[in-house]
């Protein structure tokens, strides 16, 4: 006999294990199902995000800016720190204790909400009844029947065509978080968001990186005037980005990696590294579902085909994540897990998708929601920018640390914000503001007129929406 739920979730990363919580909290009887083993072979849910993805790269960008900081900006302060060093071993040390304790949440959370949590790969069998039955295979095998089914089954990380990753000398994310000592030469394909965030960590620690990016444009997506200032912070920092590159050959030893490419001239040339990491973009995990035994509807990419409710080709069956259309962000995949939630209970979840923030946690961090000027230049719509540099703000002064702007978009007419850019310190943090602002449908002017803190950072994006109607106060 097989166990019964109103709601079966297959895979707990962001997508998941939050759908799971919030169809609980709607009062489903429900299940999830995840395969992620920990080192010992017990779960550890929490999927990408968790065990190679958001929170590990975090700890290592942490652990190697506070080194970067002891090494090369305490001396400012009037604190001497000589002889500094770093223990790579005990740094992963610390970042595996982080994924520890989230995997623990993760467990802890569904407990608390009376999730049935089932370690292992959860695939379809059959449709009956107007319900999918869904078996288990991992350390015990289970059949169970649920009337609906969220499928967030996540990504993985793209290979180059006939270069596996051996996550010895050739990485994916997973292999990048795991270098047990400092490479002399690291090399990056693909400068996106992977490339530069895990390019900083070791570069900081002292590898001499190279990232080789297809694209003539850096950071394509990023308002132009964002990724111009990002670049040049970038190339102070001494991470070598190679732009328009054609990627040849590859060729992994016992001594590293040689890697022939052409430069953006079209000249012949090689790289030699020590490890190589591959960031060219992610795969949807679709394989092991047996998506064909119920006609789950797939597309090309292997993507599963939703709506934009994030219904798939099947009654009751939804999909949520890194696994749909859409960008592949843990807020994202969170967002939709919870708007499914709410849907099989009869409500009106929702996901604006203009609204989505996207961040580089690199220093400067990078963070942006809603279009960029170019973006807006496209579409023809009339617009008007204001910039304010962190240079003339005060908290930024004192935390030593200038670099960058916020920039503001919006309407010519109406003055409602139609994006928000950042570059500089904390972006991370500042564009939340911004994107309530938007949620809000907030003008330039609204923002302007709000009290903020002194000093603060946030001061920066204020005086932006001052810089809109030309009325900065301190620049
Ligand atoms: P996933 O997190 O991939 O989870 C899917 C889960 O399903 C996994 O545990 C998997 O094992 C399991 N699974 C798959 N198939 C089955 C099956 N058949 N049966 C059972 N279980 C299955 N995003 C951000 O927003 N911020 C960041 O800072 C950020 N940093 C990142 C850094 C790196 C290095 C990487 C690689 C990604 C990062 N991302 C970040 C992206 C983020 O990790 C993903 O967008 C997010 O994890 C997607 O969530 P998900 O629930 O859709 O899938
Ligand atoms: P990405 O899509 O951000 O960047 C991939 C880059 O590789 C692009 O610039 C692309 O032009 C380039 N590229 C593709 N093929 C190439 C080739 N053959 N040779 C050279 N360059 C090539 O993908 P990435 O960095 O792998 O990350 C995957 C996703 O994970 C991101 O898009 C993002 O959704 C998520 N992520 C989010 C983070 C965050 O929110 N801070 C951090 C890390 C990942």
Not at 362 to 377: D, F, M, N, R, Y
Not at 407 to 425: F, N, R, Y
Request: glycine fraction near 10%; include cysteine.
């Amino acid at each position: 006999m097989s166990k019964q739920f109103d709601v079966i979730v297959i895979g707990a990363g962001p997508g998941g294990y939050i759908a799971a919580i919030r169809a609980a909290q709607l009062g489903f009887s429900v299940a999830c199902i995840d395969e992620w083993k920990n080192a010992a072979g017990g779960p550890a849910p929490g999927g990408t995000c968790t065990n190679v993805g958001c929170i590990p790269s975090k700890a290592l960008l942490q652990s190697s800016e506070h080194f970067e900081h002891a090494n090369k900006h305490f001396a400012e302060h009037g604190i001497s720190a000589t002889n500094v060093s770093m223990d790579v071993g005990k740094m992963l040390a610390r970042k595996d204790t982080v994924i520890k304790q989230n995997n623990d949440g993760i467990l802890y959370l569904l407990k608390k909400n009376k999730v049935a949590f089932f370690h292992g790969r959860g695939s379809f069998v059959k449709a009956a009844d107007a319900a999918y039955e869904i078996k288990v295979t991992g350390a015990a095998e289970e059949t169970l029947t649920g009337k609906h089914i969220i499928v967030a089954t996540g990504s993985s990380a793209r290979a180059l065509p006939g270069v596996p990753f051996d996550e010895v000398n050739v990485l994916s994310n997973d292999g990048a978080l795991r270098v047990g000592a400092v490479p002399k030469k690291l090399g990056l394909i693909g400068s996106g968001v992977i490339g530069l965030e895990m390019g900083s960590v070791w570069r900081r620690l002292g590898a001499e990186v190279t990232v080789l990016e297809a694209l003539p444009t850096f950071l394509g997506a990023v308002d132009e005037q964002i990724a111009k200032e990002a670049k040049k912070a970038f190339d102070k920092q001494g991470l070598k980005i190679e732009l328009g590159v054609k990627v040849g050959e590859i060729k992994s030893s016992k001594k590293g990696v040689s890697l022939q490419y052409a430069d953006a001239k079209g000249e012949a040339k090689e790289l030699l590294v020590d490890k190589l990491i591959v960031s060219i973009g992610r795969v949807p995990n679709t394989t092991g579902l047996n998506a064909e035994a119920v006609g789950l509807a797939l597309d090309e990419r292997g993507a599963i085909v939703v709506d934009g409710e994030c219904k798939t080709s099947l009654p009751n069956v939804w999909a949520v994540g890194d696994v749909v259309r859409g960008p592949m962000l843990a807020h994202k995949a969170e967002e939709e897990g919870v708007a499914v939630a709410e849907r099989i209970a009869g409500q009106h979840g929702h996901v604006n998708f203009n609204t989505i923030p996207w961040v580089i946690y690199t220093s400067p961090e990078i963070a942006w929601v809603g279009q960029t000027e170019q973006q807006l230049k496209a579409t023809g719509r009339a617009y008007k920018a204001g910039t304010f540099p962190f240079l003339a703000n005060g908290r930024a002064r004192a935390l030593g640390d200038t670099t960058g702007m916020v920039k503001m978009l919006a309407d010519a007419v109406t003055d409602e914000i139609l994006g928000v850019h950042i570059v500089g310190p904390m972006a991370s943090e500042l564009i939340a503001e911004c994107v309530v602002a938007m949620e809000f449908r907030a003008s330039s002017e609204d923002l302007a007129r709000i009290c903020h803190a002194h000093p603060s950072l946030s001061e920066a994006t204020k005086e932006a929406a001052l810089a809109v109607d030309k009325r900065t106060l301190n620049f």
